[in-house]
């Protein structure tokens, strides 16, 4: 158990429609970053937020949005979902900005649009 | 930009053979080097580290040296169990924490 929590495991969608993906992080960190992996994309980076504010961004939509809350969970929004967005979601936390820090990474929401 | 090159798999080997996962990539700086493991149904997992050239991650029988020479990160692993079937990743980690990772490659061990 890596200590970061993804919810939900599993979700089905429509094209169109919008959803919410949520991530806890491990005690402690301050760090949250949102990747995507798909068979033809591989593991993508999309976002990272530390203490709140964004940090980095990666290849992600302008349809997709994503923010860190005071208590430092972190949602991921996806909206006018396509079936190409039909992917694994991850969520990962990490303590700090040092180099060589680890990150842990929750079990993902595998998202599938149909 | 910063990228890492796997060799594509599947690799399918017997247990106990040796396994290697050729691992190469291209940054700027001076980047920190990682390999993840994959299971069926899970999230990624630390497998090993590296943070400045010449240095040796190992963990689980697994050994990989940070080549700055050749950009490299192979992965070994002596001899492999059925246990080792999983997905490898190599990734890098340049400024700001983010992580940069290789296509993947499957690893089946038969009995």
């Known amino acids: 158990d890596s200590g970061v929590t993804q919810t939900p495991k599993h979700l089905i969608t429509a094209t169109g429609q919008r959803v919410t993906l949520r991530c806890s992080p491990r005690?402690?960190?301050?760090?949250v970053y949102w990747y995507q992996q798909s068979l033809d994309q591989g593991l993508q980076f999309l976002i990272q937020y530390y203490n709140g504010e964004e940090r980095a961004k990666g290849n992600i939509l302008e349809r997709f949005s994503a923010q860190q809350f005071p208590d430092l969970h972190s949602e991921l929004n996806l909206s006018s979902l396509e079936l190409g967005d039909s992917a694994l979601y991850f969520c990962?936390?990490?303590?700090?900005?040092?180099?060589?820090?680890?990150?842990?990474f929750g079990q993902g929401t595998r998202l599938t649009v149909v | 930009g910063n990228s890492v090159t796997q060799m594509e798999g599947p690799v399918t080997l017997s247990e106990e053979a040796f396994l290697t996962i050729n691992c190469t990539y291209t940054a700027t700086g001076y980047p920190s080097l990682f390999w993840y493991v994959q299971y069926p149904g899970e999230g990624l997992q630390l497998l090993l580290k590296a943070t400045k050239a010449d240095d040796k991650g190992s963990n689980k029988g697994f050994e990989a040296t940070y080549r700055k020479e050749t950009t490299s990160f192979h992965l070994e692993k002596g001899s492999v169990q059925v246990s080792d079937s999983a997905v490898y990743f190599c990734?890098?980690?340049?400024?700001?924490?983010?992580?940069?990772f290789g296509g993947g490659t499957r690893v089946l061990v038969k009995p």
């Open positions: 990962a936390s990490s303590s700090g900005q040092e180099r060589g820090t680890e990150a842990f």
């Open positions: 990734a890098l980690q340049a400024a700001g924490n983010k992580l940069t």
């Open positions: 005690s402690g960190d301050l760090s």
